[in-house]
T-cell receptor, first 112, second 113 residues
Framework: GENVEQHPSTLSVQEGDSAVIKCTYS??????FPWYKQELGKGPQLIID?????DKRQGQRVTVLLNKTVKHLSLQIAATQPGDSAVYFC???????????FGAGTRLFVKA | EAQVTQNPRYLITVTGKKLTVTCSQN?????MSWYRQDPGLGLRQIYY???????DKGDVPEGYKVSRKEKRNFPLILESPSPNQTSLYFC????????????FGPGTRLTVT
């Protein structure tokens, strides 16, 4: 079926360390993979995305990797800060449309 | 300010009493979508709309209706709410021309007793 598996469900790191979240998607035709951050009481907000014609994309302290062969995604947050504490979601967009499948989310705690 | 607004933000209702959650965006986005968020399940897409008068089912459309009569508005209708529709609901919008980035509203917490 259509699903995105995301792990871990909870991640606790020390401030300054890196955090890595991994996802596996199901549809080899998916062409767009966003990562969203959701802070408490708010709607999700895009932090980085990657299209299927790329295998790596970097932003400020965030890097996303895409391995289409095995349908794996990963998000690395470098030099974590307490403000990075939130729930993070990966997602896949089905090719040709806007049907979006989200992972179950990873709750990240950054300890000061 | 560019934003997606939802109303109400909180709603407690009883089984079977029809309700509508409104969603409006001021960014002239073609695409709009509704999601529900439940613990351990992430966000699941209910319905989406590519443009005015064009809507399609997401993964969990049962028990919900939508309409897109105007570009800026995309209301979610629960004709006969049931307790299993107790959830946190998010509306989102996106341009379709060059980006799939979705802008989310602040959420509506619905409780059906």
């Amino acid at each position: 079926g259509e699903n995105v598996e995301q792990h871990p469900s909870t991640l606790s790191v020390q401030e300054g360390d890196s955090a890595v979240i991994k996802c596996t998607y199901s549809d080899s035709a998916s062409n767009y993979f966003p990562w969203y951050k959701q802070e408490l009481g708010k709607g999700p907000q895009l932090i980085i995305d990657i299209r299927s014609n790329m295998d790596k994309r970097q932003g400020q302290r965030v890097t996303v990797l895409l391995n289409k062969t095995v349908k794996h995604l990963s998000l690395q947050i470098a030099a974590t800060q307490p403000g990075d504490s939130a729930v993070y979601f990966c997602a896949e967009n089905k090719a040709g449309g806007f049907k979006t499948i989200f992972g179950a989310g990873t709750r990240l705690f950054v300890k000061a | 300010e560019a934003q997606v607004t939802q109303n109400p933000r909180y709603l407690i209702t009883v089984t079977g009493k029809k309700l509508t959650v409104t969603c409006s965006q001021n960014m002239n986005h073609e695409y709009m979508s509704w999601y529900r968020q439940d613990p351990g399940l992430g966000l699941r897409q209910i319905y989406y709309s590519m443009n005015v008068e064009v809507t399609d089912k997401g993964d969990v459309p049962e028990g919900y209706k939508v309409s897109r009569k105007e570009k800026r508005n995309f209301p979610l209708i629960l004709e006969s709410p049931s307790p299993n529709q107790t959830s946190l609901y998010f509306c989102a919008s996106s341009r379709t021309s060059d980006s799939y980035e979705q802008y989310f509203g602040p959420g509506t917490r619905l409780t059906v007793t």
